[in-house]
């Protein structure tokens, strides 16, 4: 069984500041991946960044980035020079790579605002 | 910009009515997914398609009714919902329903049962 955990339900960060947002997981799966997506209010689930549990560096898209720490099974996203755009919920999640369909768990969500 | 396109982005219905939502995506992706999203949740699975044919059933009740017509659109017939049903379905695609293949969603569809 696969578990998510965010333990953050609001986070609050000044715009052009960086923010982490925490997640921890629970998997007996040697091979997982984990992604991260963000949802504004108008209710579009955007794919952020994913990190495979083998990749040797952390993942990075633009102003995101993955501080994956395997031994700790912590999978936070980095949001550097925030923007008033990025305020939106967000959800981890991870999957099983092993054979066969696995389902994708989401974490219960981060609601970040960004003030000006 | 989304590359899976939901219609209709909102839609009210009694009761007794019959309607279906519409889910598209034009990347070649073989794997198409309902979830059903209640408010401040993450979303929930309902059903997966893997090649046009149903994988995946999550024990959703049979008022939803999910048809794959051809590879790159998705539907889901609604028939005599109940209140309680009134949420945000969003549907995916992905490459294959195995292995790293990102799940990408479209926009929604907010539903609201009177």
């Known amino acids: 069984a696969q578990k998510i955990t965010q333990t953050q339900p609001g986070m609050f960060v000044q715009e052009k500041e960086a923010v982490t947002l925490d997640c921890t997981y629970d998997?007996?799966?040697?091979?997982?991946?984990l992604f991260w997506y963000k949802q504004p209010s108008s209710g579009e689930m955007i794919f952020l960044i994913y990190?495979?549990?083998?990749?040797?560096q952390n993942a990075t898209e633009g102003r995101y980035s993955l501080n994956f720490q395997k031994a700790r099974k912590s999978a936070n996203l980095v949001i550097s020079a925030s923007q008033l755009g990025d305020s939106a919920m967000y959800f981890c999640?991870?999957?099983?790579?092993?054979?066969?369909?696995?389902?994708?768990?989401f974490g219960k969500g981060t609601m970040l605002l960004v003030s000006p | 910009d989304t590359e899976v396109t939901q219609t209709p982005k909102h839609l009210v219905m009694g009761m007794t009515n019959k309607k279906s939502l519409k889910c598209e995506q034009h990347?070649?992706?073989?794997?198409m997914y309902w979830y059903k999203q209640k408010a401040k949740k993450p979303p929930e699975l309902m059903f997966v398609?893997?090649?046009?044919?149903?994988?995946i059933n999550e024990s959703v009740p049979s008022r939803f009714s999910p048809e794959c017509p051809n590879s790159s659109l998705l539907n889901l017939h609604l028939h005599a919902l109940q209140p309680e049903d009134s949420a945000l379905y969003l549907c995916?695609?992905?490459?294959?329903?195995?292995?790293?293949?990102?799940?990408?969603f479209g926009a929604g569809t907010r539903l609201s049962v009177l």
């Open positions: 995916a695609s992905s490459q294959g329903i195995a292995g790293s293949g990102i799940q990408y």
């Open positions: 998997t007996s799966d040697p091979s997982y991946g």
């Open positions: 990190q495979g549990s083998y990749d040797q």
């Open positions: 999640a991870m999957r099983s790579l092993n054979s066969g369909y696995s389902t994708l768990t």
């Open positions: 990347m070649g992706h073989r794997a």
């Open positions: 398609y893997s090649y046009e044919k149903l994988s």
